[in-house]
């Protein structure tokens, strides 16, 4: 990607020392960052810290420097506006169309996207103060994210955690790269998303897995989150991530218990994403203590495998059934090498009618291509017929388009 220019306005709170992390991720991706924190930000990390990441002078009044106007050139000049951590008193400034800082002038005169990255008690955060700023800055186009839960200062646990830095500099990176906004346009969808590799058992201490991270699913689920939906993302093997903020994880091992889970939480879900990749068979027995190789000679051991049950077409077929009244979209994933038979594009069509799923996701896979790497790209196939590419990008930015695919589906079913 381009370098972008962006802005990294950081609020008072005790998140603030996150912000450091971000500002590294975002100059790391190639970006020129400047950092706008508030006079109460440098309560608790100091502008040299900021200067020193960022590389750039950090002032947080508008009459630092006045010859060069920075009260309007700064969000005049930026490609992005990223807020870590938004304070209440920050989105309600926001909210307000003030312009008592430099960070809220900036805001003011920025034509560009803005994201927000909220971290405050659980009190501040479900205020309907609060929410009345937050759903005024997302119905003007600001992306708010959603705040995780967990640990906050003190013993307080609750929604209002600042997302994990990773997962700000992923969503930043996403709407530069989409150009606009991320629309809030979920609010009241149940989401079920699977990801991850399914491993089973041999025995106690080995098992069948795949290489599968997890990336592309959790991406799914992210973005769908940040949209607005109600996420249930069920978890096999993934490459150690970071669960996205404001979705429910439900962590699995084998393909039976992504089975079981999928069935238990299918029936309230509006959408079914199958990210995940589940092992088609698993061992007959897994032997419940570890299998021993024994003397040389004696021979090899053999793994009987059975098949497992097919959760994504079980899916379809319990929804044809009147099973699923909830359930309007069903999205599959499928890896594809392309063999004697035909390309990968040919076994792609043939597994969207054999599965009967809504929307096909189809990745070429092979060296390199798809599995454990961050970027991915393949094809949309829908069951009216329509394809379309999806061209070479971050799994991130692969997920929104998957996403507003669904989204234009789910528009579409409704009539
Ligand atoms: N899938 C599933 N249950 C299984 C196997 C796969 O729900 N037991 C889902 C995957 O989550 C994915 C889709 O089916 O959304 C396609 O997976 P893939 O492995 O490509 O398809 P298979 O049916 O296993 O076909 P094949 O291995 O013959 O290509």
Same mark, same amino acid.
């Given at each position: 990607m381009e370098r972008k220019r962006i802005i990294v306005g950081v609020a008072g #709170?005790? =998140? /603030?020392?996150?912000a450091a992390t971000v500002v590294r991720q975002l100059t790391e991706a190639g970006h020129s960052v400047r950092v706008v924190p508030t006079e109460s930000a440098l309560k608790f990390v100091g502008a040299a810290t900021f200067e020193a990441l960022s590389g750039n002078p950090v002032h947080t #009044? !508008?009459? *630092? *420097? !006045?010859h060069e106007v920075p009260h309007v050139r700064i969000g005049q000049a930026a490609d992005l506006v990223v807020v870590a951590p938004a304070t209440a008193d920050l989105l309600a400034r926001a909210a307000g169309g003030r312009a008592d800082d430099l960070l809220t002038a900036t805001l003011l005169t920025a034509r560009c996207p803005v994201l927000y990255a909220p971290a405050m008690h659980t009190e501040m955060w479900l205020h309907p103060a609060t929410s009345e700023n937050v759903a005024t800055l997302r119905r003007r186009g600001s992306v708010v994210m959603e705040p995780a839960s967990g640990r906050l200062t003190g013993a307080d646990t609750g929604p209002g955690r600042l997302p994990e830095a990773e997962e700000i500099s992923t969503l930043a990176q996403l709407l530069l790269a989409r150009g606009d906004a991320l629309p809030y @346009?979920? /609010?009241g969808v149940k989401v079920l998303v699977t990801a991850g590799g399914t491993r089973e058992p041999i025995d106690p201490v080995r098992f069948i897995g795949n290489r599968s991270s997890g990336k592309q699913g959790y991406a799914m689920a992210r973005v769908m989150a940040q949209r607005g939906a109600d996420v249930t993302l069920i978890a096999g093997?993934? /490459?150690g991530l970071v669960d996205p903020a404001a979705v429910h994880v439900v962590h699995v091992g084998s393909a039976a218990q992504l089975h079981d889970a999928v069935s238990k939480h299918a +029936? @309230? /879900? $509006?959408v079914l994403v199958m990210a995940a990749a589940v092992a088609d068979f698993r061992p007959a027995h897994a032997a419940t203590s570890k299998i021993k190789k024994g003397p040389a000679g004696q021979g090899e051991p053999t793994i009987e495998l059975v098949r497992n049950d097919d959760v994504l077409a079980g899916a379809v077929r319990s929804r044809s059934d009147g099973?699923? +009244?909830?359930?309007?979209a069903i999205v599959g994933f499928a890896a594809e090498t392309g063999d004697a038979n035909g390309d990968v594009l040919f076994h792609a069509r043939a597994k969207l009618k054999r599965k009967g799923c809504d929307l096909l996701v189809v990745n070429a896979v092979g060296? $390199?291509? =798809?599995?454990? !790497?961050d970027h991915n790209d393949g094809w949309l196939l829908s069951s009216d017929g329509n394809e379309s590419a999806l061209e070479h990008g971050s799994k991130t930015v692969i997920a929104s388009r998957i996403v507003d695919a669904i989204v234009g589906f789910l528009r579409t079913s409704a009539g």
């Open positions: #709170g005790i =998140a /603030a020392y996150k #009044g !508008v009459f *630092d *420097d !006045v @346009d979920l /609010a093997n993934t /490459a +029936p @309230d /879900a $509006n099973q699923l +009244p909830n359930m309007k060296e $390199n291509r =798809a599995f454990e !790497v």
